[in-house]
T-cell receptor, first 111, second 115 residues
Framework: EDKVVQSPLSLVVHEGDTVTLNCSYEVTNFRSLLWYKQEKKAPTFLFMLTSSGIEKKSGRLSSILDKKELFSILNITATQTGDSAIYLCAERDFGNEKLTFGTGTRLTIIP | GAVVSQHPSWVICKSGTSVKIECRSLDFQATTMFWYRQFPKQSLMLMATSNEGSKATYEQGVEKDKFLINHASLTLSTLTVTSAHPEDSSFYIC???????????FGPGTRLTVT
């Protein structure tokens, strides 16, 4: 059974800090790793990672995948209160294309 | 582009009744739609995958007779929770995908409360 584990489960930091969120996976038919941000409603897409070692960047957020060690990290620099959310990573299978989500990391930014 | 809507956004129903949730892709044709359930402080769990015009594929442990899924057109899928019980209270989220090369786009979710 495919498994995606995120750490930490929750994180509280002050505005301006940099955070690193972790995602490890054990899957049989890996296609890609996706990161989402969820604020009270449905997740919004952040990144999709398919190749190892290539950093994806969007503003203060960046992410990278290590397919050898089976993990990904999501970095957020100069955090703002609007970054407070649950961050989900998900693995996407080949073939059936279904997403298996991790448990999520609840990030709280204190002003 | 790539907007997915759900209706209703929240619903309260009595135990034993059935409730239908709609998922629509507003500006694209969704060949595949996915239904997820999320309990408080837990992650999204895939319930079923539905392809337009064919029967849904349910994940292990999800009762197909209780959670009826219909994907009759390329822009609409429905999830009917039959004979709802309080333990079915959850946040139900759908996602839609235009094709295998495309991303899944999530709807805003439906919060179901069964009293």
């Amino acid at each position: 059974e495919d498994k995606v584990v995120q750490s930490p489960l929750s994180l509280v930091v002050h505005e301006g800090d940099t955070v690193t969120l972790n995602c490890s996976y054990e899957v049989t038919n890996f296609r890609s790793l996706l990161w989402y941000k969820q604020e009270k409603k449905a997740p919004t897409f952040l990144f999709m990672l398919t190749s190892s070692g290539i950093e994806k960047k969007s503003g203060r957020l960046s992410s990278i995948l290590d397919k050898k060690e089976l993990f990904s990290i999501l970095n957020i620099t100069a955090t703002q209160t609007g970054d407070s959310a649950i961050y989900l990573c998900a693995e996407r299978d080949f073939g059936n294309e279904k997403l298996t989500f991790g448990t999520g990391t609840r990030l709280t930014i204190i002003p | 582009g790539a907007v997915v809507s759900q209706h209703p956004s929240w619903v309260i129903c009595k135990s034993g009744t059935s409730v239908k949730i709609e998922c629509r892709s507003l500006d694209f044709q969704a060949t595949t739609m996915f239904w997820y359930r999320q309990f408080p402080k837990q992650s999204l769990m895939l319930m079923a995958t539905s392809n337009e015009g064919s029967k849904a594929t349910y994940e292990q442990g999800v009762e197909k007779d209780k959670f009826l899924i219909n994907h009759a057109s390329l822009t609409l899928s429905t999830l009917t929770v039959t004979s709802a019980h309080p333990e079915d209270s959850s946040f139900y989220i759908c996602s839609a995908r235009q094709g295998q090369l495309y991303e899944q786009y999530f709807g805003p979710g439906t919060r179901l409360t069964v009293t």
